[in-house]
T-cell receptor, first 115, second 110 residues
Framework: DTAVSQTPKYLVTQMGNDKSIKCEQNLGHDTMYWYKQDSKKFLKIMFSYNNKELIINETVPNRFSPKSPDKAHLNLHINSLELGDSAVYFC??????????????FGPGTRLTVL | QKEVEQDPGPLSVPEGAIVSLNCTYSNSAFQYFMWYRQYSRKGPELLMYTYSSGNKEDGRFTAQVDKSSKYISLFIRDSQPSDSATYLCAFLNQGGKLIFGQGTELSVKP
């Protein structure tokens, strides 16, 4: 009955590899997000999709490419992984997008380690 | 100047203590103010949110906002070991983005 789920939970890989993280939400929300949390616990938004359309695209290297096959899923593909990509990646979802308040629900995170 | 400043701690208190967590911000356009709690190896979860200056209480937790000083606080009364977590302040900007503070790591000792 997990509201926002992510796979895998842990990902250990070599520099230069390509990897994907998957996210699914069963809350019926229209908006999904990807966040990166660095080793100092600083959490920063990377992307946001509303009903499969990209609405927020922060200054993120173009090695990162989000894909939303439907509004319940948002995947993150990372090409040519670098040491600095090591972090915890969180997926989140909310009912709406925009500047009015609506609660964001976070997944359990994917801990990526690049060796 | 950073948009949001939060003391990362760590903060260690005895069980039963009153805890005060604080954030300052520079963007006067922020309209929604939130506190998230993050247990170790888990995702953040919303603890409280408010949109106006003043206090909002929920059980042992009180969120305080002072828009004139651009300062928000979270108070935890009668702190419990189960309150041990990282607490993140967060602000919703006009572009619909959540801007987080760095998080304060709290440990409540029995």
């Amino acid at each position: 009955d997990t509201a926002v789920s992510q796979t895998p939970k842990y990902l250990v890989t070599q520099m230069g590899n390509d990897k994907s993280i998957k996210c699914e939400q069963n809350l019926g929300h229209d908006t999904m997000y990807w966040y990166k949390q660095d080793s100092k616990k600083f959490l920063k938004i990377m992307f946001s999709y509303n009903n499969k359309e990209l609405i927020i695209n922060e200054t993120v290297p173009n090695r990162f490419s989000p894909k939303s096959p439907d509004k319940a899923h948002l995947n993150l593909h990372i090409n040519s992984l670098e040491l600095g990509d090591s972090a915890v990646y969180f997926c989140a979802s909310s009912q709406l997008a925009g500047s009015s308040y609506n609660e964001q629900f976070f997944g359990p995170g994917t801990r990526l380690t690049v060796l | 100047q950073k948009e949001v400043e939060q003391d990362p701690g760590p903060l260690s208190v005895p069980e039963g203590a009153i805890v005060s967590l604080n954030c300052t911000y520079s963007n006067s356009a922020f309209q929604y103010f939130m506190w998230y709690r993050q247990y170790s190896r888990k995702g953040p979860e919303l603890l409280m949110y408010t949109y106006s200056s003043g206090n909002k209480e929920d059980g042992r937790f009180t969120a305080q906002v002072d828009k004139s000083s651009k300062y928000i606080s979270l108070f935890i009364r009668d702190s419990q070991p189960s309150d041990s977590a990282t607490y993140l302040c967060a602000f919703l900007n006009q572009g619909g983005k959540l801007i987080f503070g760095q998080g304060t790591e709290l440990s409540v000792k029995p």
